[in-house]
């Protein structure tokens, strides 16, 4: 993804939006919630330091008070007024990703209430690289800040579109900023400096082998048992998941598997991107989704598909397995998690 450098002296978004950009500003200010476009999925913001503004945050999206949100920021002066304890290698990621869909997790300064941490006493920041995003946390200036999770319900796809974002929480939030089509259209890596090494708590946005390039030295994946006291509804097994039940398959075994639902009556779509042979599926009630064969692409494209299937009555969605590669690191988790229904008794397959 290209950087864009922060330049909060010139923005140079049309008019009306700067207008739209003072009027959320405002709204934010008066303990208000509003959805905006980053560069990775829209976010549902809040005042960092208005704890009944974050609290609704909280009941709008459904999500358990006790996990964290991630701290929006407008400039890498404004980190250690967050955060403290900084270590050198989080400043190095910073400069280079930032803005960028990078968070880091880190100790949290007296700044950050314990209503964003969910009393935690690390706190996860980004500079997010959307003009419309950082021009309103500009507006907000250095003393606030955007607390914004994902703007969908908890455990769903996250919001790639500001009509998403409509559909989906509507009327119960004050206003959406509408930024168009996310460019990355996955969440953020979060990376933490919390242990003694830096270590990955979410594949996204920026790729692995990039960070280790930048810390001259390799970064691990987390695993979810490494501190059970860290809360991330992200690494929880059933997340951004669709309602639709979703499968995810090798390529060898994705047309059997279909067949043998759509035997059963089954109205089936099969989301490839691969050249999968379908002749025999024709006349079935399946359809397909040919996806693109780059991960930036299949990234950018994977949330809108599958809430646009979603609402198409299928049974079943069958992912095609991407490729074992560490570029499609991000893609195989959210796929994965995606699959991992908690109250399934869809398990005929
Ligand atoms: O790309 C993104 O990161 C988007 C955009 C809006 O910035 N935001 C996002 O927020 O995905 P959310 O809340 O849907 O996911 C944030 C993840 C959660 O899994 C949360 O638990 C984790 O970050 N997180 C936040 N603060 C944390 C902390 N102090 N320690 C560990 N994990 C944390
Ligand atoms: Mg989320």
């Known amino acids: 993804m290209e950087q ?54 909280y009941k709008i999206k459904q999500r358990p008070i006790d996990h964290p949100l991630i701290v929006h920021i407008g400039a890498i002066s404004h980190l250690d007024y967050w955060a403290q304890a900084i270590p050198v290698s989080a400043w190095k990621l910073a400069n280079h ?61 996250s919001p790639t579109t500001a009509t998403h974002v409509q559909q989906e929480l509507g009327s119960s939030v004050d206003m959406i900023l509408d930024g168009g089509a996310c460019e990355v259209g996955l969440e953020s890596t979060i990376i933490s400096f919390y242990d003694e090494s830096p270590r990955i708590l979410r594949p996204g946005g920026i790729a692995l082998s990039a960070l280790e390039t930048v810390l001259s030295g390799p970064v691990m994946l987390a695993h979810n048992t490494i501190n059970p006291t860290i809360r991330t509804p992200g690494s929880l097994p059933a997340h951004y998941a669709p309602v639709t039940p979703l499968r995810v398959y090798p390529a060898e075994q994705i047309r059997q598997h279909a067949l043998l639902l759509a035997a059963k009556n089954l109205r089936i779509l099969i989301m490839t991107w691969s050249n999968i042979d379908t002749s025999q599926l024709s006349g079935q009630s399946i359809e397909q989704c040919v996806m693109p064969a780059d991960p930036i692409a299949y990234g950018q494209q994977l949330y809108a598909k599958l809430r646009q299937y979603d609402q198409a009555a299928f049974d079943y969605l069958l992912v095609e397995a991407p490729p074992d590669h560490p570029e499609w690191l991000a893609i195989a988790d959210r796929l994965q998690r995606a699959g991992h229904h908690l109250s399934d008794n869809h398990k005929i397959i």
């Open 97 to 157: 990703f930032w803005p960028g869909p990078l968070t880091l997790i880190l100790q949290r300064s007296h700044h950050i209430p314990d209503s964003v941490t969910g009393g935690q006493n690390t706190v996860g920041i980004r500079i997010p690289a959307h003009p419309i995003a950082l021009a309103l946390l500009h507006a907000l200036g250095q003393t606030k800040a955007l607390a914004a999770p994902s703007a969908n319900r908890f455990g769903r796809i």
């Open 4 to 57: 864009t450098q922060y330049a909060p002296s010139k923005p140079n978004l049309p008019l009306q939006q700067q207008e739209q950009i003072t009027a959320a500003a405002r709204i934010l200010c008066e303990g208000g919630v509003v959805a905006f476009p980053t560069e990775t999925v829209y976010g549902l913001g809040a005042d960092v330091t208005n704890p009944d503004a974050i609290s609704r945050i």
